[in-house]
């Protein structure tokens, strides 16, 4: 199965994140959103972040999610390569992330990611689930 594919938008970008569980969707939407950061090659699984969050829904918890993964790029210059959704229930959240500090010399940042947006966002279960998300560039 796809891990996700690209969605074109006329000022950001998108993507649709696939899986056999929304877990595994929900996993896909970060590494697709971090291969759309820095590319697929380079970054190595060096420190691990747990990460928490909430929110009133699932839509709104995959923007959280994905928005929580920015923010360690913004404060602490780390990118991602693996990630792995321990607990999703309705309104929380719970993975491990796995990357590295930005090494200039090694990886090559494609585009900055502002933040993940409501706009035309979708949480669908079926076989197998996917995710669509609009991220602000």
Same mark, same amino acid.
């Given at each position: 199965?796809?891990?996700?594919?690209?969605?074109? $938008? !006329?000022?950001?970008?998108?993507?649709?994140?696939?899986?056999?569980?929304?877990?595994?969707?929900?996993?896909?939407?970060?590494?697709?959103?971090? !291969?759309?950061?820095?590319?697929?090659?380079?970054?190595?699984?060096?420190?691990?972040?747990?990460?928490?969050?909430?929110?009133?829904?699932?839509?709104?918890?995959?923007?959280?999610?994905?928005?929580?993964?920015?923010? $360690?790029?913004?404060?602490?210059?780390?990118? *991602?390569?693996? *990630?792995?959704?321990?607990?999703? !229930?309705? !309104?929380?959240?719970?993975?491990?992330?796995?990357?590295?500090?930005?090494?200039?010399?090694?990886?090559?940042?494609?585009?900055?990611?502002?933040?993940?947006?409501? $706009?035309?966002?979708?949480?669908?279960?079926?076989?197998?689930?996917?995710?669509?998300?609009?991220?602000?560039?």
């Amino acid at each position: 199965m796809r891990r996700y594919r690209l969605l074109e $938008h !006329t000022a950001d970008t998108g993507l649709v994140a696939y899986g056999h569980d929304l877990r595994e969707a929900f996993a896909n939407a970060a590494y697709g959103m971090f !291969t759309i950061i820095a590319g697929r090659r380079g970054v190595r699984a060096r420190v691990k972040r747990e990460i928490a969050v909430s929110a009133p829904d699932r839509e709104a918890l995959l923007v959280a999610w994905l928005n929580a993964l920015l923010y $360690h790029v913004d404060a602490e210059e780390l990118l *991602f390569c693996r *990630f792995q959704v321990t607990e999703l !229930t309705e !309104t929380a959240l719970t993975a491990e992330a796995w990357g590295e500090t930005i090494d200039p010399g090694r990886h090559r940042l494609r585009t900055a990611i502002k933040s993940a947006t409501y $706009h035309m966002i979708e949480v669908a279960e079926g076989e197998p689930c996917r995710v669509r998300v609009i991220l602000d560039l």
